[in-house]
């Protein structure tokens, strides 16, 4: 088995062509090169530092990747992930995907960050990889907003512990903004509003079972400028392009 390492050509970055094709995000398009996933032309490169160009033959798992298009327009989607659904393109036990809930028509789209199992609410996909790596970015200071119902109810001292950013088993998490309902919902639930910056993964549910709080319940309401609204679950609806133009060039010079 031979490996192409040869990286001094002219072209674009493989992780980006890939991104760009809609594979992967940059980030997990090099971590499926350094697998050793990915022909070019024939041969093995496991290297993200190689560059190909338009006329270069890629292949990922077995399968072409199409050729490079200029032109090729961003598009971002809205969906409505529902519980017990896993962000992922398969899963060797079998269980449901995001992938499997989407219409047959759109084209090969990637995860904007991603929930976790057990969670819900609205999902972000596009068929740039590029422009995930960006919206997922810290540096983009885009905000996640959650709707979350526990198990008990909080004090001032976890809240503003909350507020003002937690460590946890050596782990650093951002402050966060939170609100407490001032009724429980039945029993001893209570709900509360949380909005994070940066979203490391299941931060919602460790921050609170820090605490020694169940969540029961986690449905993600907004991202960045983006809302869940009244869409329905297993939805999915094409965020409009004029929008769309508008969120590139805010994200100008950001990532």
């Avoid at 809609?22 to 990915?38: F, H, M, Q, T």
């Amino acid at each position: 088995m031979s490996t192409h390492t040869d990286s001094q050509k002219s072209g674009e970055r493989l992780a980006k062509r890939l991104a760009h094709a809609g594979i992967a995000s940059r980030r997990d398009a090099e971590k499926i090169i350094a697998a050793g996933r990915v022909q070019v032309n024939g041969k093995i490169v496991t290297t993200p530092a190689f560059n190909v160009t338009a006329t270069d033959k890629i292949v990922v798992d077995g399968k072409p990747v199409a050729a490079a298009q200029a032109d090729a327009t961003p598009r971002l989607f809205r969906f409505y992930k529902p519980t017990g659904v896993l962000c992922t393109s398969k899963d060797d036990r079998g269980r449901q995907t995001v992938f499997d809930l989407l219409p047959p028509n759109v084209p090969r789209l990637v995860l904007v960050g991603r929930l976790d199992f057990n969670s819900e609410g609205l999902l972000l996909l596009t068929n740039d990889g590029d422009l995930s790596r960006k919206l997922t970015l810290p540096a983009t200071g885009l905000e996640r907003t959650y709707r979350v119902r526990i198990q008990g109810k909080p004090q001032e001292k976890h809240l503003a512990a909350m507020r003002a950013g937690l460590k946890i088993e050596g782990i650093q998490y951002r402050p966060a903004e939170v609100t407490l309902d001032a009724a429980p919902t039945s029993g001893t639930n209570h709900w509360m509003t949380i909005t994070l910056t940066e979203g490391k993964n299941r931060e919602i549910r460790k921050m609170l079972e820090h605490f020694g709080f169940q969540v029961n319940r986690l449905l993600r309401t907004a991202y960045g400028p983006f809302r869940l609204g009244e869409l329905p679950r297993g939805a999915l609806v094409e965020v409009p392009q004029h929008t769309v133009k508008k969120l590139l060039k805010e994200l100008e010079g950001k990532a």
